[in-house]
């Protein structure tokens, strides 16, 4: 079982920056997926960017996440961070990370909340403008 636990998200002003941390309580194999989804109220969950455990390739939902969003894991720490910058208020969101999915999550177009088998209980950012 591992357990995964956000930080990091606040009520901000837009135009700042946020730093997200997710931090693993055990550990999976490192031929996984790992990745950022973000849920706004009435929404559904938005993936927003991924990284192969083993690999180390990051994937962005697009030319628009790939702009103020950046994927980064401390495989030591058990570890993955999502640093946000330009911050806008349709940002306002509940974000969690998502760990040990198969390898094939991390391939590009792949977004599907289907196959990680643990998820934090996310952290709320909430950006005025």
């Known amino acids: 079982q591992v357990y995964l636990a956000e930080s990091g998200g606040g009520s901000v002003q837009a135009g700042k920056s946020l730093r997200l941390s997710c931090v693993a309580s055990?550990?999976?194999?490192?031929?996984?997926?790992v990745a950022w989804f973000r849920q706004a109220p009435g929404k559904g969950r938005e993936g927003l960017a991924k990284?192969?455990?083993?690999?180390?390739?990051?994937?962005y939902n697009g030319d628009s996440v790939k702009a103020r969003f950046a994927i980064s894991q401390d495989n030591e720490e058990n570890a993955v961070y999502l640093q946000i910058t330009d911050l806008q208020p349709e940002d306002t969101a509940m974000y969690y990370c998502a760990t040990d999915a198969p390898a094939w999550q991390c391939w590009p177009g792949e977004w599907s909340v289907d196959g990680y088998n643990y998820w934090g209980q996310g952290t709320q950012v909430t950006v005025s403008s």
């Open positions: 055990g550990h999976t194999s490192v031929d996984r997926c």
């Open positions: 990284i192969h455990r083993g690999t180390w390739r990051t994937e």
